[in-house]
């Protein structure tokens, strides 16, 4: 089992940056691949990058590369999703998950965090 928290969310305005962290819990971390996710009111769930907990580079979805970097603190079970210059259309609720390797359904998740992106 893993236990997932979101935390960094906030009101900012358009340009502005914020750094999200989804501190993970549970069983060994290693295997795992964690990613992001956002979801705006009226609209699917969007798969925003995810990283691999062993290493790896990080993959970032088009619609944010370049803006949003994925990173790991393997220290302090840690990984972060930094926002840089931010847009109204990233305004969302972000979700942080988890899924094994070996399996391509994510399995666990956070509770959410929400970002407003004011213009």
């Known amino acids: 089992q893993v236990q997932l928290e979101e935390s960094g969310g906030g009101l900012v305005q358009a340009g502005g940056s914020l750094r999200l962290s989804c501190a993970a819990s549970?069983?060994?971390?290693?295997?795992?691949?964690v990613g992001w996710f956002r979801q705006a009111p009226g609209k699917e769930r969007e798969f925003v990058g995810r990283?691999?907990?062993?290493?790896?580079?990080?993959l970032t979805a088009d619609s944010v590369k370049g803006r949003f970097t994925i990173s790991r603190d393997n220290a302090k079970n840690t990984v972060y999703l930094q926002m840089n210059s931010l847009k109204p259309e990233d305004t969302a609720v972000y979700y942080c998950a988890a899924r094994s390797r070996s399996f391509s359904d994510w399995t666990y998740w956070g509770q959410g965090t929400q970002v407003t992106v004011s213009s």
């Open positions: 990283i691999i907990w062993s290493g790896g580079s990080p």
């Open positions: 549970g069983r060994t971390l290693s295997s795992l691949v």
